[in-house]
Nanobody
Framework: QVQLVETGGGLVQAGGSLRLSCAASGRTFSSYSLGWFRQNPGKERELVAAISRSGTMTYYKDSVKGRFTISRDNAKNTVYLQMNSLKPEDTAVYYC???????????????WGQGTQVTVSS
């Protein structure tokens, strides 16, 4: 069992930056691939970025490539999403999730955080 808690959301102007953090409980953090998702009301949740268990492989949604960076610190049981050059269309609730399978890219997330709101004003 893994519990995930996101922090770092907030209100930022277009062109600004935010760094989201997701802290995980448990001693098996390094055995999970991790992903950051986002969702707006009435829309499907979409995968923004993912990172492998060792951190050597990453995936990004096309619209965030070159602007967002996912990273993890297994010693701190934390995954990060650095978001630069933010746009109003990045506004959403952002969730982190953990996938216990060995598949890449991960596609069956077993555990989810509660989400953190990111709002980008124009």
């Amino acid at each position: 069992q893994v519990q995930l808690v996101e922090t770092g959301g907030g209100l930022v102007q277009a062109g600004g930056s935010l760094r989201l953090s997701c802290a995980a409980s448990g001693r098996t953090f390094s055995s999970y691939s991790l992903g950051w998702f986002r969702q707006n009301p009435g829309k499907e949740r979409e995968l923004v970025a993912a990172i492998s268990r060792s951190g050597t492989m990453t995936y990004y949604k096309d619209s965030v490539k070159g602007r967002f960076t996912i990273s993890r610190d297994n010693a701190k049981n934390t995954v990060y999403l650095q978001m630069n050059s933010l746009k109003p269309e990045d506004t959403a609730v952002y969730y982190c999730a953990a996938d216990a399978s060995a598949r890449w890219p991960p596609n069956e997330y077993d555990f989810w955080g509660q989400g953190t709101q990111v709002t980008v004003s124009s």
